[in-house]
């Protein structure tokens, strides 16, 4: 709920589709075809989730004990929306398939048995180990600073990726991509400007917990 929430607030259709086949495969079907078509969840303890991942500023609807899942998996998706919308077109499947029942929910049986399963807290945690092998943050090498004419379709990709990726056009793509950059380097910058925006969600929640204590 709150997956679909995030997504409906930053227009991403692509995401949305995908968290209505995943209802499909919880298994509740009436649900994920209430998303589906933009309608809203009879269980009132459902709807307040969907609420307030649609607007995180609104007080938390579920107890301090479910707050790392419930508002990480937000976060998560404050960044992954700006990702799927900058870099993927609106539609899951060719040709809208998704769109179609049917189709949603065959692909939500095929996914039942990966969403029900049960998982163990910390089996993910050695990927840290990984990460910080890694040197998968470092710069792009600036030799000179470069004039504001330059830089501003760079600045404009990572502006929408952070405010609004659901109007990144390939016009504003093709105005910054041009040698020496390359798709790993857009794929960088539009990390960045998602960053931003999960960075400013974040420091939203801090400040309302403070507010609360």
């Not at 692909?107 to 092998?133: D, F, H, I, N, W």
Request: proline letters at 7%; glycine letters at 6%.
């Amino acid at each position: 709920m709150v997956a679909a929430g995030v997504s409906l607030a930053n227009r991403c259709p692509f995401c949305v589709d995908a968290h209505t086949v995943l209802l499909h495969a919880t298994g509740d079907h009436r649900l994920a075809e209430t998303i589906a078509r933009g309608g809203q969840p009879e269980d009132p303890a459902r709807r307040q989730l969907l609420y307030w991942g649609k607007d995180m500023s609104t007080a938390q609807p579920f107890p301090s004990a479910d707050a790392p899942e419930i508002i990480g998996t937000a976060l998560s998706f404050h960044f992954i929306n700006r990702i799927v919308s900058a870099l993927l077109t609106e539609s899951m499947l060719p040709c809208g398939l998704q769109k179609l029942r049917a189709v949603r929910s065959a692909a939500g049986r095929r996914l039942a048995r990966t969403v029900r399963q049960e998982l163990t807290t910390g089996l993910s945690l050695p990927v840290r180990e990984s990460v910080a092998a890694w040197d998968g943050v470092t710069p792009l090498p600036l030799h000179a600073v470069l004039p504001d004419r330059a830089e501003r379709p760079g600045a404009r990709l990572a502006l929408l990726a952070a405010r609004a990726p659901y109007r990144i056009t390939d016009e504003d793509v093709a105005a910054w991509l041009v040698p020496p950059f390359t798709d790993h380097c857009l794929a960088h910058l539009i990390a960045y400007g998602a960053g931003c925006a999960v960075g400013r969600v974040e420091a939203t929640l801090t400040t309302q917990t403070k507010e609360l204590a």
